[in-house]
């Protein structure tokens, strides 16, 4: 099974400088596991043992414009019950979080974050994080409709 939830539990976000017109900016996203733990949660029909895993996804801009992060925890439901004890004893013994599980609990914070990311970034007056889409006209006479 997936990750079944997200639980945001901080946000901050500083503008260092005013951003500027015309010269590059990228956004670096840094996702981080801090913290894996054997959780609950209730469902329909009982309690459901999972993992939880407390994150932390920093934002970065460069040129250093601004910085930010979000901070929380998810709750992963392995696919077997045994594995629980597999990744909550390898993060015990070598903090490290199988690929997989990294991969799948990062696509769903991304998934969760991106829309708080772009209001603040709007709010803020900040770059996205994300290039929006832009429409060109190619191959246009002035004066022709479209």
Same mark, same amino acid.
């Given at each position: !099974? /997936?990750?079944?939830?997200?639980? =945001?539990?901080? =946000? @901050?976000?500083?503008?260092?400088?005013? /951003? %500027? %017109?015309? @010269?590059? =900016?990228?956004?670096?996203?840094?996702?981080?596991?801090? #913290?894996?733990? +054997?959780? $609950?949660?209730?469902t329909p029909t009982g309690e459901t043992q999972g993992i939880e895993i407390l994150f932390k996804y920093? =934002?970065?801009?460069? *040129? $250093?414009?601004?910085?930010? %992060?979000?901070? @929380?925890?998810? !709750?992963?439901?392995?696919?077997?019950?045994?594995?629980? #004890? $597999?990744? +909550? #004893?390898?993060?015990?013994?070598?903090?490290?979080?199988? /690929?997989?599980? %990294?991969? $799948?609990?990062?696509?769903?914070i991304t998934h969760s974050a991106a829309p708080m990311l772009f209001v603040i970034a709007k709010e !803020?007056?900040?770059?996205?994080?994300?290039? +929006?889409?832009?429409? #060109?006209?190619? @191959?246009?006479? *002035?004066?022709?409709?479209?």
């Amino acid at each position: !099974m /997936p990750v079944i939830g997200i639980n =945001i539990t901080r =946000i @901050g976000f500083e503008k260092k400088i005013q /951003p %500027f %017109f015309g @010269g590059r =900016i990228e956004v670096n996203l840094s996702p981080k596991v801090k #913290d894996m733990r +054997l959780g $609950e949660i209730r469902t329909p029909t009982g309690e459901t043992q999972g993992i939880e895993i407390l994150f932390k996804y920093e =934002i970065a801009y460069r *040129p $250093e414009i601004a910085e930010g %992060f979000i901070e @929380g925890a998810v !709750m992963y439901l392995p696919q077997r019950r045994e594995e629980i #004890d $597999e990744i +909550l #004893d390898t993060w015990e013994s070598e903090r490290k979080v199988k /690929p997989e599980v %990294f991969a $799948e609990v990062v696509n769903f914070i991304t998934h969760s974050a991106a829309p708080m990311l772009f209001v603040i970034a709007k709010e !803020m007056g900040l770059p996205y994080h994300v290039p +929006l889409p832009r429409v #060109d006209v190619k @191959g246009h006479n *002035p004066g022709d409709m479209v």
